[in-house]
Structure formats: structure tokens, C-alpha cells
């Protein structure tokens, strides 16, 4: 079997991986040769481009070596090559008659002194000699004046001496020419600038990695990104800051260097600056990059038997016969199959069409077998669309039972309905609810299954678009939805259930808020503990994040990456209810704290109360971090207030967000309370607008 | 006015949610149309296919064609039930014995034997290609 075209995979676009990389030669052999050369390229001989580079290596030394070198030099130096180049274009340009001796000046520059001579007006020859003089006192540490003449050509090689001529004899001619126009000595000054930085940039590109100064970010934020020198410059960075204490430039803090690795990450895979900041937090240096990259490229395409209907080697056996190369997708799925490529599409093959298979990444196989579903269960699939891991739900109870698939997005559920049929799931009822109503709609499962709706920060090889929508303020949005779903979650299940009272929390986003601190929440509000997913794989969520501190248990919920799974971006964690009774305190404070309810993105209350549901709870640095957060919680909360208010006074609305702020700590619990916990009115509650007056009222 | 067939112990979960907020629950057998008649969908197939009487199977090359709603040629047939009558409902196989879809047999198996390979021997009426085609309406 060979390797085939794949017509199901879009056939990628622009400049691919290796495009990049090869691309880059261009800026190695630009680092030799001296920007300027379109016209005058030509003209060059092998040996003469070979000088050149020679020279300019030459000129780099020095800085490279960190010698101590006059600054001067180096622009002097750099104004004569500049001028060099110039000259040779300008030459071309002016007169046809001069352009073949040119070139022989510059392919044989001992002779061409010689040969330039006779065109050249006596005082351009002074002019010249004086330049020789000026670069030879710069290398002595002379400051160089145009009057001031030395000769110290007897310390040099005899091949640096010409080097130097032929450099000049560039230099005279380009005066030749700018005399007409502007007075030379500006257009040297400007020259020397481009020049300056020209150099610079170059340096950059070489081994010693230099802070590019405010001015030159500047000047780069005004052209087109250059995106193999910032690649370049992505990785040098990388480099010093994985040995900060050697390899950085003395007066340069890591802030900086920080600061433009940002910037560069989010420039060169067009980030949000937003997104980057979270990566960045999330993963340690070395696999920011990795992970970045691995967003670029889609994850290989997965497929799941449907044990309803086939064997998985009965449907290998069959997608073989059709020119498809796949292979088991891994010791830890008995149904997976991976999809190389495939002479048709995979999916729309009859096999497909049966049911006997379901295209589904190996991501979401993960949750379903964390929730080990038994049968003749009741089990409750939250947010169910598209129906892949429903119908693996359903497959591993093989059709018994009962399954609700809920999904909130009627338009969505079409498919999930579609799929359901053709895999000949038979046990599943589907219904758009809203989430959140949950218990009241239907309780005492015996299993929960809340694949959250999230920001998509896990997928984003899937869709890009996720790298620029997404802020702040989505994401607490996200996390603040996700509080409430899994707490419905947690109440539609019954503890008593002897197989079950499990619930399964996922989400396929990488952000901390969306995971760890969605189930801490969880964790201090209800009576639940966590437990081991039964996956063997995967990395550990984090118990401290940042400045917040989780519930040490968080270690047993699984995190899974794109670039060291090549999975999509996942979280996985598997909670036991063990009492049906909702914590009594919160029960209290419901009853005094609903007049204030106020729309507050954030759950994550200090746990003062005496009575703490949960064994081995911390409390100290969970309340010291929450106090953190409160502060930075001030300002969603303020958004939300001023959110509810539209339409009143501009005067109350401030009033509001002040209370708003104060009470933030208070009024989480109680808004969460009444979305998890659906008393008559409780969600209703959100909005009315008898609420907002009494907002201001302080309760404590 | 659709059909759906499911166990009871799925029809008393199914009480407690709401009407409007109920897509679909166990099988969708088919539905009954403004004229009160009563149309299968493809979504009963898996139910059906095991007792049907008539059968035709089709060869690998005219599978794809008969998924995209297509009438069965001829040269596509691989084999039909005996003495099937003219107009019967047929089920449709893949040579593999996977079940492919509803047709109506054009031709009697005795026709079928003589007809030239460009006749039509079975008209489509449903197939499992529907899951992609029209997924919205499926149910």
C-alpha cells in the first residue's frame, strides 16, 4: 500500500513548514551579501561576492568578539561599504561608459585603483585618500576627522589594504554622483543610518542575540513583518533565556526579553497578545514553541469503530480493500483506528454510510472511557453535538439503558440525530434543553458526561480563527457557564446509584480557568470528590497555577496537549458525588444573599465555612488566593453590572459597579447558588429588575 | 406525525422533558404525510433489512452510484431474490451484505434475465446516502 492523496484533507496552502525553511537561505546568503546588490549583483565574479563576504565577516568580528571597538569605526566602516554598493549602482546608472571599468574595479581591486584613477578629478582622490586615512585611525582608536591624516596602511595585510581601496574607490564614485543633488555629507548621514540598522538586524540574525532597541520595534511595526527574522529572532531568544544568566546583555532585564518574545510569538503565528500571555503562563518556554506549532499542522484523522454494528477488524479489512491506509490508533482504545491517507473519502465510503464507523478525534474518545459507562445505566450526555461521544457512550452500553443527549443548540442536534441513527444507536433520547435547568428537567442519573462548551484554546489546529477572537473576557464568560453546567451536572446525579454517581468534566480547551478552576469550584460547592480518570496517559492538572492554589486532589484529572499527545488540547476529570445533599451553609446564605444577585464571573469564594463538605480541604491558601482574585474580579464584575444596567442612570450604574466590586466575594456564591440550584426564580433572578435596586445595599 | 419505535423504559424518561424540547428519541421509522400516508425513512432500515423478503445485492462498482440516489442499472445488479414480482419493494445490499437502502423492483427476475445492461432493474427510493444528503431532514 502506498502512500496516497488523500482527496478528504484539504490541500494545504502557501508556503508549508519546509517552504519556511528553506526560505530562509535567502537570509543567510543576505547576511553575506550586502542588501544593495539587484542591479550590481551581476556584475559581481564568484571571487569578488566571496570578498565581500570576507569583508563584511570582518567587520562583524569585532562586535561579535564584544571587543571594545569604537563605534565610529564600525560606521565608518559601514558607510563605505554602503557607499561601495551605491557607487556600483549609481556607476550603472550614469554612465555606460564607466560601468565596464566598474567591474573591473570590483573584480580585481588592486588593479582597478589603478585603472579608476585617470576618470576620477584630483580632488576626489584627496577626498579618497582622506577616507583611507579616517578608517585606518578609527581602527586605532583615533577619533576620525575628515582633515586628520595618519598612515598606519603598514600595520595592515597587503590584502586588507586593497579590500580597503576598492571600498573607497566605491565610496569616491557614489560622490561622483550625489554631488549633483544633495550635499554629500547628509546623504552619507542617512545612509549611515540605513545602514546602521541594517547591520544591526543582521547581527541579530548571528550568534550574539541583541535586544532590538524601541526605535528599530518602531520602525519594524511600520513595515511588513519579516517572518523569517522573526523566527530567527524567536529562536535566539529562546536560546538566551534558557540560559539567562550567561547569555543575556547585561543592562536587558528578562521582562524584555520576555516581552518581545511575545510579541514575536504573536506576530509570527498571528496571535492575540491576549492568547500568547495565557500560553506563555501555561507552558514552560521550550514547549510554548512546540505547542504553537503544533497548532499549525492538523491532528491526524481518527476514526472509531462501532462495535454496534462491526469489529474493528472486520472494518480495517474493508477500508483497506478501498484504498485506505490506516492503522490501530493505540494500545489504549480497543476501537481507534488512524487514518494515514486514503485513495476516497473517508467520509462518505457505504461503510461510513452503514454506520460502521464514526469520524471522531482521539480526544474525544478520552472522556467517554473515563466516564466507563455500564449498562442498563441512566446516563446523561450534556452537550452532546455532534453525537460522537453519545453514540460511544451508547456503544459501550451496547444499546442498553437509557441515554439522554442533551444539547442547548437545536440547529446542532440535526446532526447528532443523523448520526445516532446511521451508527443504529437505539437507546438515546434527544432533547434541547438549556443545561443549566437541568435537575429540574430530569434527574438522578446514574452517570454525567459535560463536555463544556469552551473557548476552543485546544483545537486550534482545527480552527485558527481562535487565535485572534478570543479575550479576557470570553474566556471568563466560558469559565463562568461552565460553573454553572457543571454544577447542574453534579445535582442531576444520583450518589446513591450503586454502580454509578459518577460525572465526567471535559473541556477542549488548555486554559487553566476552563479546567482546574472550574472543578475546584466545583469541589467547594458540592459534595463531590475526584477521581482517578482511568487514563494512563496524559499530564496532571496543575494544584497551583499562578497565584492560585486547587485542591491538592486535582492531580488526578488529566490534561492532554496537542504536541506531546498529537491529540487535540484536552482536560478530562472524573468526579464521585457521594451525598445527594447540597452543602447546608450555602443553603443559608441563599436565602440572604439572593437580593443581591448580580451577574459575577467568578466562583471562586473564599470557603469560610465551618462545616466544609470536603475531607483534606486547604484552606488557607485557597482563601489567600481568592482574596487575589477578588481584586481582579472587580472589574468583570463591573462589566457585568454595568451589563444589567443599560437603560438606567449613568450615576447609578456607577454606584452599582462600587457595590458591585465590594460585595464580589458575597454575591459569587449566591449567583452560583442560584444557577446550580434552580429554586423558583433562581435563574429568572439574574435579570429581574427588583434585583438591581437592592444591589446597592450592602449585606455585611 | 413521525414514528419512532423504542423501548418503553426510554418513553418514560422521554415524559419528563418537555415537547418542544424533543428532537428525536429511539429509532425514526418514518413519518405520515399531509395525505395521512405513510412514508419509511431510511433510518428504519436496520430494523427492516433483517426480515425482508426481496432482495437485491449490487456490485461493488454501482454501490457508489446507487448511494448517490441513483436507479439501479443492470450492469450493477449482482443478484435478486427468485420469482421477486414487478413493483415489489426490495431491499438493497452490497455484495458484502450491507444494507444499502429501499428500491422497487422495475423488472420481474424473469425480465431482468433478458433486459439489455443499460436497463434500469431497480428505482431508488431511499438509501444510506441520505445520512449525508439530507441530514436536516432525515428524521
Known amino acids: 500500500m502506498g502512500r496516497k492523496l488523500d482527496p478528504n484533507r484539504p490541500a494545504k496552502r502557501g508556503p508549508g513548514r519546509k517552504a519556511r525553511k528553506q526560505r530562509g537561505a535567502e537570509v543567510e546568503l543576505a547576511r553575506f551579501l550586502p542588501p544593495t546588490l539587484d542591479d550590481s549583483a551581476t556584475k559581481l565574479s564568484s571571487h569578488a561576492r566571496r570578498r565581500a563576504a570576507k569583508r563584511r565577516i570582518k567587520s562583524e568580528k569585532p562586535q561579535m568578539g564584544k571587543k571594545v571597538l569604537d563605534h565610529q569605526n564600525l560606521t565608518a566602516k559601514e558607510k563605505t561599504l554602503k557607499n561601495a554598493n551605491k557607487g556600483k549602482s549609481s556607476q550603472e546608472d550614469n554612465q555606460t561608459s564607466c560601468s565596464t571599468n566598474a567591474a573591473t574595479q570590483l573584480t580585481s581591486p588592486a588593479l582597478g585603483k589603478k585603472r579608476s584613477r585617470p576618470e576620477?578629478?584630483?580632488?576626489?582622490?584627496?577626498?579618497?585618500?582622506?577616507?583611507?586615512?579616517?578608517?585606518?585611525l578609527s581602527e586605532?582608536?583615533?577619533?576620525?576627522?575628515?582633515?586628520?591624516?595618519?598612515?598606519?596602511?603598514?600595520?595592515?595585510?597587503?590584502?586588507?589594504?586593497?579590500?580597503?581601496?576598492?571600498?573607497?574607490?566605491?565610496?569616491?564614485?557614489?560622490e561622483d554622483d550625489s554631488e549633483d543633488e544633495t550635499p554629500p555629507s547628509r546623504q552619507r548621514v542617512e545612509q549611515e543610518q540605513e545602514k546602521d540598522t541594517d547591520l544591526q538586524l543582521n547581527m541579530e540574525a548571528g550568534e550574539c542575540f541583541v535586544l532590538p532597541s524601541g526605535?528599530?520595534?518602531?520602525?519594524?511595526?511600520?513595515?511588513?513583518?519579516?517572518?523569517?527574522?522573526?523566527?530567527?529572532?524567536?529562536?535566539?531568544?529562546?536560546?538566551?533565556?534558557?540560559?539567562?544568566s550567561s547569555k543575556r546583555e547585561k543592562e536587558r532585564s528578562r521582562q524584555e526579553?520576555?516581552?518581545?518574545?511575545?510579541?514575536?510569538?504573536?506576530?509570527?503565528?498571528?496571535?492575540?497578545d491576549f492568547l500568547i500571555g495565557k500560553?506563555?503562563?501555561?507552558f514552560p518556554l521550550s514547549e510554548v514553541v512546540d505547542f504553537l506549532e503544533a497548532n499549525e499542522v492538523s491532528r491526524p484523522v481518527t476514526l472509531r469503530t462501532n462495535t454496534l454494528k462491526t469489529r474493528r477488524r472486520d472494518l480495517a479489512q474493508a477500508l483497506i480493500n478501498r484504498g485506505v491506509n490506516l492503522d490501530p490508533l493505540g494500545k489504549w482504545s480497543k476501537t481507534g483506528l488512524v487514518v494515514y491517507d486514503s485513495s476516497v473519502p473517508i467520509g462518505a465510503t457505504p461503510e461510513y454510510l452503514a454506520g460502521h464507523y464514526m469520524l471522531q478525534g482521539a480526544s474525544s474518545l478520552l472522556p467517554v472511557m473515563a466516564l466507563a459507562p455500564q449498562e442498563n445505566e441512566r446516563i446523561l450526555d450534556m452537550c452532546c453535538a455532534p453525537g460522537g461521544k453519545t453514540s460511544y457512550i451508547a456503544q459501550l452500553m451496547k444499546n442498553t439503558g437509557v441515554i439522554l443527549a442533551n444539547d442547548s443548540n437545536a440547529e446542532r442536534l440535526h446532526s447528532v440525530v443523523g448520526n445516532l441513527h446511521r451508527l443504529g444507536v437505539t437507546n438515546t433520547v434527544v432533547s434541547h434543553c438549556d443545561g443549566r435547568q437541568f435537575p429540574k428537567v430530569l434527574g438522578g442519573f446514574d452517570r454525567v458526561l459535560l463536555d463544556a462548551p469552551c473557548s476552543g484554546t485546544g483545537v486550534i489546529s482545527k480552527d485558527p480563527t481562535v487565535k485572534t477572537n478570543k479575550d479576557e473576557k470570553d474566556i471568563l464568560r466560558c469559565a463562568h457557564l461552565q460553573k454553572e453546567l457543571i454544577l447542574s451536572a453534579i445535582d442531576s446525579v444520583n450518589a446513591t446509584s450503586e454502580s454509578g454517581g459518577y460525572i465526567v468534566y471535559c473541556t477542549c480547551s488548555v486554559l487553566v480557568e476552563e479546567n482546574e478552576w472550574v472543578v475546584d469550584y466545583?469541589?467547594?460547592?458540592?459534595?463531590?470528590?475526584?477521581?482517578?480518570?482511568?487514563?494512563?496517559?496524559?499530564?496532571?492538572?496543575?494544584?497551583?497555577?499562578?497565584?492560585?492554589?486547587?485542591?491538592?486532589?486535582?492531580?488526578?484529572?488529566?490534561?492532554?496537549?496537542?504536541?506531546t499527545h498529537n491529540m487535540d488540547g484536552f482536560f478530562v476529570a472524573k468526579l464521585k458525588k457521594f451525598s445527594n445533599a447540597i452543602p447546608k451553609p450555602l443553603k443559608d446564605e441563599e436565602s440572604s444573599g439572593e437580593p443581591t444577585t448580580q451577574r459575577v464571573k467568578d466562583g471562586?469564594?473564599?470557603?469560610?465555612?465551618?462545616?466544609?463538605?470536603?475531607?483534606?480541604?486547604?484552606?488557607?491558601?485557597?482563601?489567600?488566593?481568592?482574596?487575589?482574585?477578588?481584586?481582579k474580579q472587580e472589574l468583570s464584575a463591573a462589566v457585568a453590572a454595568r451589563k444589567e444596567a443599560k437603560g438606567e442612570l449613568k450615576a447609578n450604574k456607577k454606584k452599582k459597579q462600587l457595590a458591585a466590586s465590594k460585595q464580589s466575594n458575597f454575591q459569587k456564591r449566591s449567583r452560583l447558588l442560584n444557577a446550580a440550584w434552580p429554586s423558583p426564580g433562581g435563574l429568572r433572578a439574574k435579570s429581574a429588575p427588583r434585583k438591581k435596586g437592592s444591589v446597592q445595599r450592602s449585606p455585611q | 406525525d413521525r414514528v419512532y419505535y423504542l423501548s418503553e423504559r426510554l418513553l418514560k424518561l422521554a415524559t419528563n422533558i418537555p415537547r418542544d424540547n424533543l428532537a428525536s428519541l429511539g429509532t425514526c421509522f418514518g413519518k405520515f404525510t399531509k395525505s395521512q400516508k405513510f412514508r419509511l425513512h431510511i433510518t428504519a432500515l436496520d430494523y427492516l433489512a433483517p426480515y425482508a423478503k426481496y432482495k437485491v445485492w449490487v456490485k461493488p462498482g454501482a454501490e457508489q452510484s446507487f448511494l448517490y440516489g441513483n436507479h439501479l442499472l443492470k450492469s450493477g445488479l449482482g443478484r435478486i431474490t427468485e420469482s421477486t414480482a414487478q413493483y415489489q419493494g426490495v431491499v438493497v445490499y452490497s455484495m458484502a451484505d450491507v444494507p444499502l437502502g429501499f428500491g422497487v423492483a422495475a423488472k420481474t427476475t424473469q425480465e431482468c434475465r433478458k433486459v439489455d445492461p443499460m436497463a434500469i432493474v431497480v428505482f431508488h427510493q431511499a438509501d444510506i446516502g441520505e445520512y449525508i444528503r439530507h441530514e436536516e431532514t432525515l428524521t
Request: charged residues 35%; aromatic residues 8%; negative net charge.
Open chain 1, 279 to 282: 500560553m506563555t503562563e501555561l
Open chain 1, 522 to 563: 466545583a469541589l467547594k460547592k458540592r459534595n463531590v470528590r475526584l477521581v482517578p480518570t482511568g487514563l494512563d496517559f496524559g499530564k496532571e492538572g496543575f494544584t497551583r497555577f499562578k497565584e492560585r492554589r486547587f485542591h491538592p486532589s486535582l492531580k488526578s484529572t488529566r490534561r492532554f496537549y496537542p504536541h
Open chain 1, 120 to 136: 576620477e578629478s584630483e580632488e576626489e582622490e584627496e577626498e579618497s585618500m582622506a577616507f583611507s586615512d579616517e578608517d585606518d
Open chain 1, 604 to 631: 471562586s469564594a473564599p470557603a469560610p465555612t465551618p462545616t466544609e463538605p470536603l475531607p483534606k480541604k486547604k484552606k488557607g491558601p485557597e482563601s489567600k488566593a481568592s482574596q487575589q482574585q477578588a481584586s
Open chain 1, 140 to 174: 586605532d582608536e583615533i577619533m576620525d576627522d575628515y582633515g586628520v591624516s595618519s598612515s598606519s596602511d603598514e600595520d595592515l595585510l597587503p590584502i586588507e589594504r586593497a579590500a580597503r581601496k576598492q571600498k573607497l574607490e566605491g565610496q569616491d564614485i557614489s
Open chain 1, 215 to 244: 526605535q528599530e520595534i518602531e520602525k519594524e511595526a511600520a513595515q511588513p513583518p519579516d517572518l523569517q527574522l522573526i523566527h530567527q529572532r524567536i529562536k535566539d531568544n529562546m536560546e538566551v533565556l534558557q540560559d539567562f
Open chain 1, 257 to 272: 526579553y520576555l516581552s518581545l518574545l511575545h510579541r514575536d510569538l504573536a506576530a509570527y503565528y498571528s496571535y492575540s
